[in-house]
């Protein structure tokens, strides 16, 4: 399985940007359908925007379409999210993930193959 790596988090006041990127290493990074994931204390771990094996289709949330932007870097094994207009409500740990052959356009994180240990992003009012 692909192991992932997340940087990039930090503090950063409401209305700043932010981006994150997860480093892939140890399989095929281009089989990898690829995701991230947020948690916070006491709350289930949900979907924030995935992209596709190819990079050809991009999901997001509805709590952060339009203002964040998932992509990914074949020649790097790297996947990013630019996260612009950040909310207090964004303040999250955020995980990277990682679902082999996956072609579909729905991301359950109890499907996903691989975990990032995650970063923590910290958004100030």
Known sequence: Q???VESGGG?????????LSCAASGD???RYA???FRQTPGKE????AAISWSGASTYYADSVKGRFTISRDSAENTVYLQMN???PEDTAVYYCAGRKYYSGGVYYSNAMDSWGKGTLVTVSS
């Open 2 to 4: 692909v192991q992932l």
């Open 11 to 19: 503090l950063v006041q409401a209305g700043n940007s932010l981006r």
């Open 28 to 30: 095929t990074f281009d």
């Open 34 to 36: 690829m995701a991230w």
């Open 45 to 48: 771990r949900e979907f924030v």
């Open 85 to 87: 207009y950040l909310k």
